[in-house]
């Protein structure tokens, strides 16, 4: 299953999921100097590259530019979907955008992706703390502009934060609640300033947000721009597009930060092009034939199985696995407790029992998948075993109002003997379903209103019909009236938005210092009714958003793991998600005309950005 990036510090990196080694002991920005012009910010330790650095390590600055990047996207941000698109404005709530429009649009900082949570300065040329660190001065550069030659300023800047503040997707607007004011001080300097509630590494995500043009969307409706491209600042612009069906992104050749050593070595294809289908098989056939020249497979059956075309053999295309990155993953199913029948966690453990995890890696993921337990998933911040004299010094406070398991071993998912009907895993379900008040009555159970537990899980790729129609049939053998409804892109991404459904399933990553404001969209009471958040089982929990502030309040990274580890000790025991599986490394298929550096950085996999087209390997393949 494809990952759906939620971290804001990739909005030009593009990367897909563990935590940095290496811990560092000093507060988030104590040791950063104040009103003091700075180059780069780092949460936690110095930066690595200083002010005079000439690229970045795992860039190669000399690569040639040109050809055409033809990809389907692994990852995506905010309204995006990889089957259709009906707009291009990708920084609202509501549509279906195409992947990658943020590569139009500049930030005022970009990721460097070998440290955990550095950035260095793009439109931003510096930025000054002030000494109470609740307000960040950034230096712009003369020579931004946008693509009609416009020179992008402050007023640009300030513009948008206090827009996307207001009107902006969730996964903007969430981190900018504690703004209180962007204001140009000048043409050319920028002033963000927060309550003192932010958390202290606010700033890292927020940074990195697109900066839109005053002028243009002054004259356009936000929300209503549909397919006309917004004017942008990035590395490429919109060329051709088919609604619904394939848009290309053009190199932007006089690019006014080409020359930047954060981005020497990067933005190396002439095109990058993404054709959209509605069906995964329909895409593979694409790329067998060479009309899609890069993909990562997320479907293990077709990558122990499907890999025999003839191009592959003959040597053009590569078949190879390289490491997945060192950040947290998550990548589970939502149950909604909206809808009364699910607000007991009974009711969520017994149908989370249903699924046999062992008997769907043998059977259909060929032993490729490891089981997943955590939200926070191949880190140090997954919670193992009792709780630390630490996490218990933050639970403590809580009890009563958190489930007792959080205060034992870490909760790990029902393991089964395989056989797809484990009858003791079934009947301690069972077990939980009668407490809970839904009893036997024939084929189905019922509550004390007559009411039958039903439960459809809301898909929208034929390829999980497959892997959660096993996951049906044995809820169905205790009497859940279990189903799969399959639908379209738009209308998956639309009932997703508004929370209509039942289950949903969702895989993410994180940065590889998760900030408070990065992970409050899926977890903070606030995001729960806010249409567009991935607080998609709508958990609304005082105690969920104490051990949240826990988070934000971290000084140090100790501390950070401390409070994750906390928290998902308590999102486990509520049963809010049911961990599904997750892949150590990516699983990717290119036909052999790019060149690449390795080893690939630790924090980030945007080989659109990274990669190169290398016509001596094209022409030996035919594709030159």
């Known amino acids: 299953m494809p990952a759906s990036v939620l971290s804001r510090r990739d909005f030009l990196a593009l990367g897909g999921s563990a935590l940095a080694a290496g811990a560092l002991p000093h507060p988030a920005f104590a040791e950063t100097p104040v009103e003091t012009k700075l180059h780069g910010l780092s949460a936690f330790g110095d930066l690595k590259y200083p002010a005079n650095f000439d690229s970045l390590d795992y860039l190669n600055p000399t690569a040639p530019k040109g050809g055409t ?27 279906d955008a195409p992947p990658r429009m943020e590569l139009c649009f500049d930030s005022l900082m970009i990721v460097a992706l070998d440290e955990p949570d550095a950035l260095y300065g793009l439109v931003a040329e510096t930025v000054t703390l002030s000494a109470d660190r609740n307000s960040f001065d950034f230096a712009l550069r003369p020579s931004a502009r946008f693509h009609d030659g416009t020179p992008l300023t402050a007023e640009d800047a300030a513009f948008t934060f206090n827009l996307l503040k207001a009107e902006g997707h969730p996964s903007l607007s969430l981190p900018l609640t504690h703004m209180t004011s962007a204001e140009a001080l000048d043409g050319r300097t ?81 095109v990058i092009r993404i054709e959209f289908y509605r069906e995964r098989q329909a895409a593979f056939e694409a790329f067998k034939k060479g009309d899609i020249h890069y993909r990562q497979e997320f479907v293990s059956r077709v990558w122990a199985t499907g890999y025999d ?34 607000r007991d966690p009974r009711v969520r453990q017994a149908i989370g029992m249903c699924f046999d995890f ?73 077990r939980l379903l009668d407490e809970a008040g839904w009893k036997r009555s024939g084929a189905f159970r019922v509550n004390y209103r007559n009411e039958r537990l039903s439960v459809e899980i809301l898909i929208d790729d034929e390829s ?14 205790i009497g859940i009236d279990a189903s799969i409804r399959l639908v379209d892109a738009a209308q998956h991404q639309a009932r997703q938005a508004s929370f209509d459904f ?30 567009g958040s991935r607080n998609l089982p709508g958990t609304s929990d005082p105690s969920v958003d104490a051990l ?15 409070a994750l ?17 997750f892949s150590a490394n990516h699983r990717a298929a290119f036909w052999d005309m790019f060149g690449y550096q390795e080893p690939k950085p630790d924090y980030g996999f945007p080989v659109e950005t990274m990669w190169w087209f290398d016509k001596d390997k094209a022409a030996a393949i035919g594709k030159g």
């Open 309 to 342: 075309f003839p191009a592959l053999a003959d040597g053009k295309v590569v078949k190879r696995e390289f490491p997945g990155e060192k950040r947290p993953s998550m990548q589970a199913v939502a149950v909604n407790q909206r809808r009364e029948r699910f």
């Open 358 to 430: 062992e008997w769907t890696n043998r059977n259909l993921f060929y032993n490729a998948y490891e089981r997943s337990q955590s939200c926070f998933e191949r880190s140090d911040y997954k919670a193992e075993g009792l709780p630390s004299p630490e996490e218990l010094a933050l639970l403590e406070p809580l009890r009563g109002k958190i489930p007792d398991e959080a205060f034992g071993e870490a909760v790990i998912q029902a393991v089964t003997d395989g056989s797809g009907r484990d009858r003791k895993v079934l009947g301690d379900a069972s």
């Open 502 to 531: 039942d289950l949903i399933s969702m895989a993410l990553s994180f940065s590889a210092t998760p900030t408070r404001d990065e992970i409050d969209g899926l977890f903070n009471s606030r995001a729960a009714g806010l249409t």
């Open 565 to 581: 580890r906390s928290l998902d000790r308590v999102l486990r025991a509520r049963r809010d998600w049911i961990p599904s599986w």
């Open 190 to 270: 920028l002033r963000l300033t927060f309550s003192g509630q932010q958390s202290a590494r606010t700033v890292l995500d927020v940074v990195a947000f697109p900066i839109l043009s005053k002028r243009y969307f002054s004259e356009k409706k936000f929300s209503g721009n549909g397919l006309e491209p917004p004017l942008g600042s990035g590395p490429y612009k919109v060329g051709r597009v088919v609604a619904g069906r394939t848009i290309e992104y053009e190199r932007v050749g006089d690019y006014w930060a080409k020359d930047l050593p954060i981005n020497r070595g990067m933005y190396n294809f002439d």
């Open 548 to 562: 949240l502030d826990a988070v934000g309040a971290a000084e140090d990274r100790q501390s950070l793991i401390v």
């Open 464 to 477: 999980l019909a497959r892997v959660f129609g096993p996951w049906m049939e044995i809820m169905r053998s």
């Open 69 to 95: 990047f033809n990809f389907q996207p692994p990852n995506w941000l905010y309204n995006q979907n990889t089957q259709t698109f009906n707009t291009l404005n990708s920084f609202v709530p509501r549509g």
